[in-house]
């Protein structure tokens, strides 16, 4: 199985900026694709960013491109985002995902990704 665990949410002033982590641990090696994805309170979880793991190609979601970058280091199995210019609406807990397997599912749709993390606040005020 495979275990992701989030880190380096926390509270930061609009314009600012936060990098959050995931450390992957387990059998990580049937995932193609890792990303990130955020909850606000009384909203569906929505796909941010994503990143073929084998290619090193990147998805971004409208709302963050230009802002937000996705990372990951081979070396220590951890997956960043980098979040630049953070605005109140990108307030949310912030989930780290990966597949399991090759999915005819687009990288930030949320059906694609079988293992999750328990997430990390982010708050933008």
């Known amino acids: 199985d495979v275990q992701l665990v989030e880190s380096g949410g926390g509270s930061v002033e609009a314009g600012g900026s936060l990098r959050v982590s995931c450390v992957a641990s387990?059998?990580?090696?049937?995932?193609?694709?890792m990303g990130w994805f955020r909850q606000a309170p009384g909203k569906e979880r929505e796909g941010v960013a994503a990143i073929y793991v084998r290619e090193q190609s990147l998805h971004y979601a409208d709302s963050v491109k230009g802002r937000f970058t996705i990372s990951r280091d081979d070396h220590d199995n951890t997956l960043y985002l980098q979040m630049d210019s953070l605005e109140p609406d990108d307030t949310a807990m912030y989930y780290c995902?990966?597949?399991?397997?090759?999915?005819?599912?687009?990288?930030?749709?949320?059906?694609?990704?079988?293992?999750w993390g328990h997430g990390t606040q982010v708050t933008v005020s």
């Open positions: 387990g059998d990580t090696r049937s995932s193609y694709f």
């Open positions: 995902a990966a597949d399991d397997g090759m999915l005819p599912v687009q990288p930030l749709n949320i059906d694609r990704y079988k293992h």
